[in-house]
């Protein structure tokens, strides 16, 4: 049975040692928490001002990696409802989600609780102090029916979240000049719903460590602020939560689809002693074979192979466990 830091973690008052991490990865207190993550206005994308809108979206993402979008078409309700079903989620007691945390025994699982995975920008070395859900969203069968309202309600977020990130890669495709309908085929989603409890010591650990995401896209709501993001100069900043407002992160198949033109950046969390907080990503995953869209602006020759993503990058990806930032240079071609 997973070890959930939520099952023990408010009757410790230290950081068990396992948490402590080396100090060069500790966090700063210096960090900034800033407003400057653009802001993007999907609501101005029906008309003329699409184009544009396409073109915010790139830049953002050349400069920070990440940009949140606001009138995005996902009710306030839904999104706080959402919420609220995984925090009731994470508060039952350990043993009615203890299906869930078989994860030995559910490889190749459609729903799956733990703390700490290596695979899952874990280390072995140390963790880092977070539970996660992680699920498919195409069956709700596999979906938690407490609290009773899981499966309604998670079953209509994950399908509008799904419509808006056809939304959003449909001006990406336009904004690179890819073929129509490029991201039109059907991609696989995975939700994962991470949960930082309150912890002793957040100086000391962290949430998650500095890692870039795999997939195309990852668009995700958070309410308590904790992620930061490792800018070009190689400072942390962290991103203040906007209400109803989802982050959209640029992740690393998307940047082979681009050509290297959207680079996928580093981010981590950070925890807190006073509040837990659960963020909800969900990951658009590439079909199977990866490769540099051609694009219809002049872009030069493709620097990525193509290559599958799943049997061949997968692997690779975790192997670096938590430092991914490399996993790519392996599918550049050698000039
Ligand atoms: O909790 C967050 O805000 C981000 C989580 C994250 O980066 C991930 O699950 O890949
Ligand atoms: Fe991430």
Request: aromatic fraction near 12%.
């Amino acid at each position: 049975m997973a070890n959930l830091i939520s099952s023990w973690s408010n009757k410790v008052e230290a950081l068990p040692q396992s948490y402590v991490l080396p100090i060069h990865e500790r966090p700063s207190d210096s960090v900034r928490i800033v407003k400057e993550i653009p802001v993007i206005d999907l609501g101005q994308a029906y008309g003329e001002e699409r184009v544009v809108v396409a073109q915010q979206l790139l830049k953002a993402w050349e400069e920070y990696g990440f940009f949140q979008v606001i009138n995005h078409g996902i009710s306030e309700n839904l999104m706080e409802e959402a919420m609220k079903v995984y925090e009731e989620f994470f508060s039952l007691p350990v043993e009615e989600k203890a299906d869930y945390a078989k994860v030995a025994e559910n490889a190749g699982c459609k729903a799956m609780l733990y703390s700490n995975l290596a695979q899952y920008y874990g280390t072995k070395e140390y963790s880092y102090w977070r539970d996660a859900l992680n699920h498919n969203c195409d069956d709700p069968e596999i979906l938690p029916h407490n609290p009773p309202r899981f499966r309604e309600v998670i079953g209509s977020y994950s399908g509008e979240v799904r419509k808006l990130s056809k939304f959003i890669l449909g001006l990406v495709s336009e904004g690179l000049g890819l073929e129509e309908g490029y991201f039109d085929k059907e991609l696989g989603r995975r939700m994962v719903i991470n949960h930082y409890p309150p912890c002793p010591d957040p100086g000391s650990t962290l949430g998650l460590g500095g890692h870039c995401d795999a997939d195309i896209i990852t668009l995700t709501q958070q309410k308590v602020y904790g992620l930061q993001i490792l800018t070009y100069d190689e400072k942390w900043i962290g991103v203040e939560p906007l209400p109803n407002a989802f982050v959209v992160n640029c992740g690393l198949a998307l940047t082979v689809i681009s050509n290297g033109k959207l680079a996928s950046r580093v981010h981590r969390v950070v925890t807190n002693k006073t509040q837990a907080r659960t963020s909800i990503s969900t990951f658009i995953l590439p079909k199977d074979v990866v490769e540099p869209g051609k694009s219809s602006l002049d872009d030069g020759p493709p620097i990525f192979k193509s290559f599958n993503w799943y049997t061949e990058f997968m692997p690779h990806y975790f192997g670096f466990q938590s430092d991914n930032t490399a996993a790519l240079e392996a599918f550049k071609i050698k000039a």
